[in-house]
């Protein structure tokens, strides 16, 4: 298949031509001819750890100077590119990446044609194969990321799109984000144990083109007000000292997870649900007829707020949703001990809920799940699901099987956080496949000291991921293999078509 490449003319003087007449005397004249050349440009990067990733505010990839560097990750400083052809000749060779990860060279088209991959290396790290594709004036990508040499690939999403379309996160295994860039020759795919052709894969780019929808499902049942041990058995405790709920851990976190979020892509929207031996969608309507709300001068008020879609894109009215989930939360007259502050990331003028806190009881897990999937409609492109709950279902109607395929039915990937020590395995294990099975990730949290490393790493695999078309569709009870091989390392995945 030949590549075209989009051109920069570079006037080139190649020399004074000659012509003799026979009947006068000699002159020279000079030609400009001109050569064409390509550019190949962009920037290396490698993930920050789930720690440096929540320390790193101020980085250099943070800063202006280092703009194009994607949030959570850091620029790959002097790292030794090439450019290499389809059976691995070094094309040219002489390119090194500057303090913010970046190179740019121009090559002759006729290199430029027989290119295929741009190659990385650097020590303490993996090498970088990534298309050539990536790096061409025209490309929107332009970056290509590596991981640390004692990192692993991970497989850690594959879901279906359509009938031949699929969907592949892959991360790694530290820190959990994204892998930048990968070549389309990486990837290999069987159905029932038969390799089939995967005919395109095209990477996502960010998601500020397209802007995340997010339900966030909180567990309100009674369990959680469980205090919450590490795992050498002490209570952990919050920042004033104060020992923890899982209701607590569980409210610190969405804080975290929806600013963390909104820093990465500003246009995202949120909405919530609640449950325990029911499903409580926290509309405008159902807290104002739940909730007695009050204002600093004892008056009685309304909540408020505006939605698209039934998803709200002001965090600041998401974090009062979330501190109306919290039964600790200063505001209810009633509030369980320790009470804890006002969210500083608020704008509303509600002082008082002078109510009862008024959802607690069973835990239906897999029935808020199962609401949760119908509050998006066909209008939102990128829809997602975060559950944060200590997972012993006792009160749903629907079965973790019936939400895992409503869930691959609808593309909806379902991130879930288990809260609290000791969980029994056998729900760990099902919370870990509603997970897996759906295209996302599982993590177990006892301590909420800073996730946001790992909700960057979300955000990652939403920014980048790659969608592959199928040579041929799938239909139900089909079983695909999709497995990926880099540097020698391969990470595979299945999925069962429902």
Do not use: W
């Not at 990486?186 to 395109?200: D, G, P, Q, R």
């Amino acid at each position: 298949m030949k590549t075209f490449f989009k051109l920069t003319s570079v006037a080139v003087l190649v020399g004074s031509l000659a012509a003799c007449d026979s009947s006068s005397s000699s002159s020279t004249q000079e030609d400009d001819v001109i050569s064409k050349q390509v550019n190949i440009s962009g920037y290396l990067v490698y993930p920050e750890s789930i720690s440096e990733s929540a320390a790193s505010k101020s980085a250099v990839q943070r800063s202006t100077t280092c703009s194009d560097i994607p949030t959570g990750y850091t620029a790959l400083s002097s790292a030794t590119v090439y450019l290499t052809s389809a059976n691995g000749d070094i094309l040219k060779d002489d390119i090194t990446t500057d303090s913010c990860g970046s190179f740019d060279v121009s090559v002759d088209t006729d290199i430029a044609e027989q290119m295929t991959l741009l190659t990385a290396e650097k020590d303490g790290f993996k090498a970088i194969k990534s298309n050539i594709d990536n790096f061409l004036e025209d490309s929107e990508l332009k970056v290509a990321s590596t991981i640390s040499s004692d990192a692993s690939y991970y497989f850690s999403g594959l879901r279906q799109l359509s009938d031949n379309e699929i969907n592949v996160v892959i991360t790694d295994s530290e820190s959990y984000k994204a892998v930048i860039g990968i070549e389309p020759s990486a990837f290999t795919v069987e159905k029932n144990n038969s390799e089939i052709t995967l005919s395109s894969l095209v990477g996502s780019q960010s998601v500020t083109d397209n802007e995340a929808s997010i339900l966030i499902s909180l567990d309100s049942s009674g369990s959680m007000s469980s205090y919450v041990f590490d795992e050498d058995g002490n209570y952990t405790v919050d920042g004033d000292g104060n020992y923890q709920s899982r209701y607590s851990v569980a409210a610190a976190a969405a804080h975290q997870f929806v600013e963390t979020t909104k820093d990465n892509d500003e246009e995202a929207s949120f909405s919530m649900v609640l449950f325990s031996d029911d499903v409580y969608s926290l509309t405008d309507d159902y807290i104002n007829a739940s909730l007695s709300l009050e204002n600093s001068e004892g008056e009685t008020i309304e909540f408020v707020s505006e939605r698209e879609n039934g998803f709200i894109e002001d965090s600041a009215t998401v974090h009062t949703l979330i501190d109306i989930y919290n039964p600790h939360s200063e505001m209810y007259f009633y509030s369980s001990s320790p009470e804890i502050a006002r969210y500083d990331g608020r704008e509303d003028n509600i002082a008082l809920i002078n109510t009862y806190y008024p959802f607690s009881g069973g835990t239906a897990f897999y029935d808020s799940l199962d609401v949760g999937l119908d509050e998006f409609d066909e209008s939102i492109t990128n829809p997602q699901i975060i559950v944060l709950t200590d997972g012993a279902d006792n009160s749903s109607s629907a079965s973790y099987t019936d939400v895992i395929t409503k869930a691959q039915e609808k593309n909806i990937p379902i991130s879930v956080l288990a809260i609290g020590s000791g969980i029994s395995s056998f729900y760990s294990s099902r919370m870990e496949t509603i997970a897996t099975e759906t295209g996302s990730q599982y993590l177990e949290v006892s301590d909420v000291t800073d996730l946001s490393g790992f909700f960057d790493g979300l955000s990652t695999q939403t920014s980048f991921n790659y969608n592959g078309t199928l040579s041929e569709p799938l239909v139900t009870g089909d079983v695909i293999q999709v497995t990926v091989e880099i540097n020698g390392e391969s990470t595979s995945r299945e999925l069962t078509i429902n």
